[in-house]
């Protein structure tokens, strides 16, 4: 591979002879329009003033549309007469300038711009296309808040990966993230609780005796759509339904089974309280899900739909007889009619429903988009049952799981996924491919998974997240891989990136000590 260092691996790349210097000022010619955050960041990454001009003569940097480039894709050409970029449309351009900003080096990921120094670019000739259509990385803000400046962060850095998704977990049994002013108790109860647990000891689970909580107001969420619009990067909303659903029923407990008193769970795991599948129960989420739209442009809706617990639903009479009213088998039929109910809503606005694997079933609309978070087998089963399927599983692209089991390493879940063995993964095996082709039902790509109920801070989830999320994005994108390869392009270029981004990345021969917690003795294979 190149001696560039970039990450993710370009599907070719040329390297001529010398530096280009960037001039100080210089024009630049598109077929898009370019502006806000592309120019800013241009003028920024190139320490250059770029005037837009109609005169190809006159760039120095040219776009060009090639519409026969896949959707993505690109071409970045860079000699002493200037840049030339070639794309099909704004996501190809994109993904050449955040190449540009590697080629840059650690200055082009420093908090603020360097200004002064000049900037000099290899000569090169690189031509890149990804992989997979969809790449998704998930961030769970409900069991732990991530505060607006982090999760902004965390777009940026996404998508300097090439990632192109943001799936936003908003709520779950220990926190509603999101305001709704229809029910504002959502905010003002629902988005804390009163402890929290703390990670594995020898002596097991212990509480922080801390409250935690946080939620974002509407003009926040509103930011950081278009913030992450502008890097080619679309946020899809979780609101996760029926079951992991304590923090709605604590302050509408009208919507849980019972009508419980219940209050924002402290604990982890799945809580057997669930939703009340009532008419009520429906309304109250197709006014939340208006909301969710009127602030999210994405085409998919997530309702979650994960780790259903069925027994407040088998040990309800009003719920045994909404089964039998409905023609249904068996309560546990409601889960996939429930959520096909809001689906349908979904639909009637012109978007599609997301769901977890678990939600898969004769009840569940085939229009609906299923993250498989299992193993492969839940691939094959999503796919052979006709739904379009993004691949999530866990035994390999879930970044809350602990890099090995070296007990100096912070205690985070305790399944072990080495970056190593993530970035090998090999998911299109020949039985999933073959589950697609039978039903027409589309692979949509692939998504990293950041659960935060071990990851409390900034530090501990830039910790689990990175280098992984840099494997996982070489994975998502590059066809040719060679681990060790991507080793030495982290250790000669993209850490000093991440370094300068302020990232607290793990270091790749394990903690410093700084990153350790001497308190905390995780015990791999604990549950």
């Not at 990921?109 to 000099?120: I, W, Y």
């Not at 709605?248 to 809580?271: D, K, R």
Request: one cysteine or more; a negative charge.
């Amino acid at each position: 591979m190149s001696a560039l260092n970039l990450v993710p691996a370009p599907t070719s790349v040329t390297e001529h002879h010398g530096w280009t210097a960037v001039p100080e000022a210089f024009g630049i010619e598109s077929f898009i329009p370019v502006g806000g955050w592309l120019l800013r960041s241009l003028e920024d990454w190139l320490d250059a003033r770029i005037q837009p001009v109609s005169t190809t003569g006159e760039a120095w940097l040219r776009i060009t549309e090639d519409a026969a480039l896949p959707a993505g894709a690109y071409r970045l050409g860079i000699n002493p007469t200037g840049i030339t970029v070639s794309a099909a449309g704004v996501e190809g351009v994109i993904n050449a300038a955040q190449t540009l900003r590697q080629l840059v080096g650690s200055r082009g990921f420093a908090p603020a711009p360097v200004r002064g120094a000049g900037v000099e670019l290899p000569n090169v000739s690189i031509e890149d296309a990804p992989s997979f259509a969809f790449r998704g990385v998930h961030l769970d803000v409900s069991r732990h808040f991530v505060p607006q400046d982090e999760l902004l962060r965390f777009i940026d850095l996404a998508a300097a990966h090439k990632l192109n998704a943001l799936h936003l977990h908003l709520t779950d049994d220990q926190g509603w993230r999101m305001e709704i002013p229809a029910f504002p108790r959502l905010a003002e109860v629902s988005s804390w609780r009163k402890d929290t647990m703390e990670v594995y000891t020898e002596d097991g689970r212990f509480m922080k005796g801390r409250p935690h909580g946080g939620c974002y107001s509407l003009d926040e969420l509103r930011e950081a759509v278009a913030y992450a619009k502008d890097r080619g990067v679309v946020i899809i909303p979780e609101i996760d339904l029926p079951g992991h659903s304590v923090a709605a029923i604590a302050a509408y407990p009208q919507l849980g089974v019972g009508a419980p008193e219940v209050e924002v769970w402290t604990g982890w795991g799945v809580n057997d309280c669930i939703l009340d599948p009532s008419d009520y129960t429906l309304d109250f989420f197709r006014t939340v899900l208006d909301t969710v739209m009127d602030v999210f442009d994405a085409p998919v809706i997530h309702l979650g739909g994960d780790e259903v617990p069925y027994e407040r639903w088998h040990a309800s009479e009003t719920v045994r007889q909404r089964a039998a009213d409905l023609g249904l088998e068996s309560v546990e039929l409601l889960h996939g009619w429930f959520l096909g109910q809001l689906a349908a809503h979904l639909e009637s606005r012109g978007r599609r429903a997301g769901v977890w694997h678990e939600a898969v079933s004769s009840t569940m609309p085939t229009t609906a988009v299923v993250n498989a978070w299992g193993g492969l087998d839940t691939v094959v089963h999503s796919l052979a049952a006709g739904y379009d399927t993004t691949i999530s599983c866990c035994s390999h692209l879930y970044l809350d799981f602990r890099e090995n089991d070296n007990p100096r390493e912070p205690s985070g879940c305790s399944p072990l996924l080495s970056t190593e063995k993530l970035y090998n993964f090999e998911p299109l095996e020949p039985r999933v491919l073959a589950a697609a082709e039978s039903t027409g039902a589309a692979i949509t790509g692939i998504q990293a998974q950041v659960w935060t109920e071990y990851l409390d801070t900034r530090e501990i989830r830039d910790y689990n997240t990175y280098p992984r999320l840099s494997a996982f994005a070489e994975l998502a994108w590059s066809e040719d891989r060679d681990y060790a390869d991507f080793l030495e392009r982290l250790a000669d270029g993209h850490l000093d990136r991440l370094s300068a981004a302020g990232v607290d990345f793990r270091p790749l021969d394990g903690p410093h000590a700084w990153q350790e917690r001497p308190d905390i003795a995780a015990k791999a294979g604990r549950s």
